[in-house]
């Protein structure tokens, strides 16, 4: 597996990680461990699910499913850039909830879960760090020499 | 200079695995004219743009290793335009997803969404009186606090809240039990539901325009006023923003007025004049002698002269609802 997709895969782990703590104190709340007491009320608030759906699963599901995507790349070469797609839509898609749930903690819910905050910036790295790889996918292939 | 060996590989496994690439773009070269679909990777489309690149700077390079090539780098860009168009199409599709996400979970300015159909309702009586110095506690014939009821007046339990806005597990109530309470008990006309303050986490002294528990409590008086009572008290855990947060500060609390469609002159002379601090601090301070000692509690009266005081637990509902239920069955 090349260095980036390793780094990726190490991301997408710590981000599965703290999606899946998130996900249990969602319904322990008493296994919440948070500086401030900022996580409560957000873990409490409406905006923690949707549809009944627990947003931090909707995370845990996401990282999952890069994970699972990374290995398909680094595995079955066929489906690579079937692979890479998958990962950003889910990348792209995700960084746009986050960055509105983000936006809630700071200006509807007025309180910061760090656990939170520290899901969002590993999916920003983990983005970066793809956008970085796949860089190389699509270089243009007219840098090789045309021949008479 | 002496030549250095050869890089070993890690695994031992890449010379294979090398050599199996390296036989991969002639292998595509016969799939290409073959007329076999040749469905793309970004390995395989590196090493058909190395072979290019190594057939072009080759000066030697076999006329069959340029057509190759040449092969390889249109593959390459039929590929790179084949993973664009799926990334462009399948981000445009997450976007998609991602608003109508935003918008199911979108701040409502509009309360709650608990559907009260035709249940009676009545504002505070202290607020129903009119803003009138009369209507005060002080003044007043009325030596006990009432809050704003909702449900049958006839109903033979009361279940009395006493609530801070400003507390989350209040909030958590509000959205969880309380709908529950009101589906299966107050339609029926069991239950009737009082609202009473009791701000207990707003700073400073209980009296001040900065303390936010306090000024929320008088605001949905205010709005009682105006006989919108319930609707502002949904409104004010709909906008909940923790703790001393200025959620709750006085202009706020206007805008949500302004918002619900009050008459805003006259809830915000209500506002300003504090005229109902004595009776938020009258709610309070009658709560603590009844056993009030946190928010939310609860107080369920069936008329048999022993109120049970109530605590929300972390069981939620259910003992709630249990509590509620033995209370109607064994109403006198």
């Known amino acids: 597996m090349k260095r980036l997709s390793i780094v990726s895969l190490v991301l997408a782990i710590v981000g599965a990680g703290i999606s899946g703590y998130l996900t249990y104190v969602h319904y322990n709340l008493d296994a919440l461990v948070c500086a401030g007491g900022g996580c409560e009320i957000v873990q409490t608030s409406r905006y923690s699910e949707i549809m009944g759906i627990p947003v931090a699963l909707m995370g845990l599901l996401m990282f999952l499913a890069v994970i699972a995507l990374i290995v398909v790349r680094d595995r079955i070469e066929e489906y690579a850039y079937l692979a890479n797609a998958g990962i950003m839509i889910l990348l792209v898609s995700s960084l746009i909830y986050f960055g509105y749930l983000t936006y809630l903690e700071a200006n509807v819910i007025h309180a910061w879960c760090q656990w939170c905050v520290a899901t969002s910036i590993v999916a920003v790295i983990l983005f970066l760090v793809e956008a970085f790889r796949m860089r190389d996918d699509f270089r243009d292939p007219d840098d090789i020499p045309e021949y008479a | ?332």
């Open chain 2, 1 to 332: 200079m002496s030549q250095r060996p050869p890089k070993k590989n890690r695994s031992g496994k890449n010379a294979s695995r090398k050599k199996n690439r390296s036989q991969q773009p002639r292998a595509r070269a016969q799939q290409q004219a073959t007329g076999t679909p040749v469905t793309g990777s970004t390995s395989a489309t590196s090493t058909a743009s190395t072979t290019a690149k190594n057939a072009g700077s080759t000066s030697g390079a076999r006329p069959s290793d340029r057509r190759q090539a040449r092969r390889e780098a249109a593959i390459k860009k039929e590929q790179q335009k084949k993973q664009l168009r799926l990334i462009i199409g399948g981000i445009a599709a997450a976007v998609v997803v991602a608003v109508v996400l935003i918008l199911v979970n979108r701040p409502s300015n509009d309360g709650s969404n608990i559907d009260y159909g035709d249940l009676a309702m009545a504002p505070p009586p202290i607020a129903a009186a009119g803003a009138t110095p009369d209507a005060s506690p002080e003044a007043g014939e009325s030596t006990s606090y009432q809050g704003a009821f909702l449900g049958d007046p006839n109903a033979p339990v009361t279940f009395t809240i006493y609530a801070d806005y400003q507390c989350h597990f209040c909030k958590q109530f509000h959205e969880d039990s309380y709908p529950q309470i009101i589906d299966d008990f107050v339609r029926d006309g069991q239950v009737r539901i009082e609202f009473r303050e009791f701000p207990a986490l707003g700073e400073g002294d209980i009296t001040s325009d900065g303390n936010e528990s306090a000024q929320a409590a008088e605001a949905a008086i205010c709005a009682g006023e105006q006989d919108k009572y319930l609707e502002y008290h949904d409104k004010l855990y709909a906008n909940f923003g923790g703790v001393n947060q200025g959620t709750f500060s006085n202009d706020r609390l206007k805008k949500f007025a302004e918002e619900l469609g009050l008459d805003t002159d006259a809830f915000n002379e209500c506002l300003d004049s504090g005229r109902y601090q004595s009776a938020v601090v009258q709610s309070r301070d009658e709560g603590r002698a009844l056993g009030i000692s946190a928010t939310p509690m609860f107080i369920i009266d069936n008329g048999n002269g022993e109120p049970n005081v109530v605590q929300q637990t972390s069981s939620g509902y259910d003992l709630l609802r249990r509590q509620i239920q033995t209370a109607v069955e064994t109403a006198p």
